[in-house]
């Protein structure tokens, strides 16, 4: 028994690291075939990266021939990161780090193989920053709902609302507006200079595109984790309730609670089995106590939050 439990805990472990080492491929992509040749700065780590790469394009020649010139985006991510976690490490906890370490050394190996393209992906700024922010936010998403981190910002957050009463939100939502306005300062790339006849005219619209970019991001992180995430409860009155609670237990692999009940207006003892599961197993769960009691009275509806064991974790 112990050695089962162990097995599914082994495996359960191992694919959530290959599934955080999967999705940062594309999440890469999108800064080396999209954002990068469009010259445009997001939110978070990537951001300020990406800055350093526009700014220091031509200061190091003989080192990054491949890069322009200029400090590539998965070496600044590399050893930024290193400071922040090594500083997280001592306030955070260490435990907080080590899977975002994980994430550090994947997103910097997907920099480093996926090389920048000179045109990009998409032609159009704004479509391109729309449509590669949503990629970037559905590959964020399947990160974070395995636990893990491709670190950045977040560790900033961690660290500032360990010693200050700050949400998380807040603070990254500050440093993804400060990174992206920063852009502004930063010099027409030689590639974009023949194109650009108004230099104000295009640095605001890079920030509108940095903007466009985060918050499409944002908006399908959030819309792809609440998906995954949302639960629903039932409560299921019914004459065959030990059939029915086998029945889900077995078929779907969800835990049930019967409670003993009384219908008022009868004065009969009733038993009541709850369920709480994930919304797409709500359909098997309606179409079994169907099967079984055609009859049964069933309140269903959704809850914002179920923590504990098949559920969300409970975090510090």
């Not at 690291?17 to 445009?40: E, G, R, S, T």
């Not at 955070?92 to 550090?104: E, Q, S, Y």
């Not at 009463?165 to 990254?172: A, C, E, P």
Request: net charge positive; glycine share 8%.
């Amino acid at each position: 028994m112990v050695n089962d439990q162990l097995k599914k805990y082994t495996w359960t472990v191992l694919r959530e690291y290959i599934l955080i080492f999967l999705a940062l491929c594309p999440f890469a992509l999108m800064v080396n075939w999209v954002f990068v040749p469009h010259n445009v700065v997001g939110g978070g780590l990537t951001g300020i990266c990406s800055i350093i790469y526009y700014a220091t394009q031509g200061l190091f020649p003989n080192l990054f021939p491949h890069y322009g010139g200029a400090l590539p985006i998965w070496l600044t991510t590399l050893v930024i990161n290193i400071i922040l976690l090594t500083i997280a490490a001592f306030t955070v906890g260490w435990r907080f780090c080590i899977r975002t370490v994980f994430g550090v050394f994947s997103v910097a190996f997907w920099y480093r193989v996926i090389p920048i393209r000179q045109e990009a992906l998409i032609e159009d700024p704004l479509v391109a920053c729309i449509v590669g922010g949503v990629l970037f936010g559905l590959s964020l998403g399947v990160v974070m709902l395995n636990n893990g981190s491709s670190g950045g910002t977040d560790i900033i957050a961690m660290i500032v609302n360990k010693y200050r009463d700050i949400s998380l939100g807040k603070v990254m939502v500050v440093c993804d507006f400060v990174i992206i306005l920063s852009s502004y300062f930063l010099p027409v790339p030689e590639a974009f200079a023949d194109r650009v006849t108004d230099v104000t005219d295009f640095k605001i619209k890079r920030i509108m595109c940095g903007l466009c970019m985060t918050v499409s991001y944002t908006a399908a992180l959030d819309w792809f984790i609440s998906r995954l995430r949302q639960s629903v409860q039932f409560f299921i009155f019914s004459s065959k309730s030990a059939e029915i609670a086998t029945a889900i237990n077995k078929n779907v692999n969800r835990g049930v609670t019967v409670l003993e009940g009384k219908g008022w207006y009868s004065k009969q003892p009733m038993e009541v089995v709850t369920v709480l599961a994930r919304k797409h197993e709500s359909a098997l769960i309606l179409h079994l106590i169907q099967s079984i009691d055609p009859n049964a009275f069933v309140s269903y509806a959704n809850v914002s939050g179920v923590f504990g064991q098949g559920f969300d974790v409970i975090k510090k």
